[in-house]
T-cell receptor, first 113, second 107 residues
């Protein structure tokens, strides 16, 4: 059984640029959630995708957007990067939407300079 | 606003002792709660899930849920230095996390 994978591992971008982060869900899972974790804080929910549709969104501006593909993999796009976007971005997959266990990938460390 | 709160610690216990981690939540409608362990520089790892009032045991870990008091706890028996990490409490289908409790187990 393949776990959740994310790419890239690390990324350095300049303020104002755009970034795309990728996630492959665990085998058998059809729901992907994205979280942002700032240093010393708990992860914050960005949004969730189920069957290629956004299924809930946290308190993040529209410049954070996403996609889910038919194979349940997902992308997180962030436009007009700001310094405060520097964080660990975590993808989690679950068997389906609802109160199911979520399993995290290794994360992408984004640094905005 | 839905919230999950934890003591940030650090919590220090000697090797072999019981570590007790606590969490409170504000959303009475939450049906599921999870404990994640996060080592420094790594992603969260699910260690326990609990959905019903009472205790749930898995090896050295016991999760406790009291919905009336809106309280979740995690007990780690026979604590080992390898248990030293940040423990994150989370609730709901779209996980709401506490800020984490840093646990240090001293040999």
């Amino acid at each position: 059984e393949t776990g959740v994978t994310q790419s890239p591992t690390h990324l350095i971008k300049t303020r104002g640029q755009q970034v795309t982060l990728r996630c492959s869900s665990q085998s058998g899972h059809n729901t992907v959630s994205w979280y942002q974790q700032a240093l010393g804080q708990g992860p914050q929910f960005i949004f969730q995708y189920y069957r290629e549709e956004e299924n809930g969104r946290g308190n993040f501006p529209p410049r954070f957007s996403g996609l889910q593909f038919p194979n349940y993999s997902s992308e997180l796009n962030v436009n007009a990067l700001e310094l405060d976007d520097s964080a660990l971005y975590l993808c989690a997959s679950s068997f389906r939407t609802g109160h199911y266990e979520q399993y995290f990938g290794p994360g992408t460390r984004l640094t905005v300079t | 606003q839905k919230e999950v709160e934890q003591n940030s610690g650090p919590l220090s216990v000697p090797e072999g002792a019981i570590a007790s981690l606590n969490c409170t939540y504000s959303d009475r409608g939450s049906q599921s709660f999870f404990w994640y362990r996060q080592y420094s520089g790594k992603s969260p790892e699910l260690i326990m899930s609990i959905y019903s009032n009472g205790d749930k045991e898995d090896g050295r870990f016991t999760a406790q849920l009291n919905k009336a008091s809106q309280y979740v706890s995690l007990l780690i028996r026979d604590s080992q230095p390898s248990d030293s990490a940040t423990y994150l409490c989370a609730g709901g289908g779209k996980l709401i996390f506490g800020q984490g409790t840093e646990l240090s187990v001293k040999p």
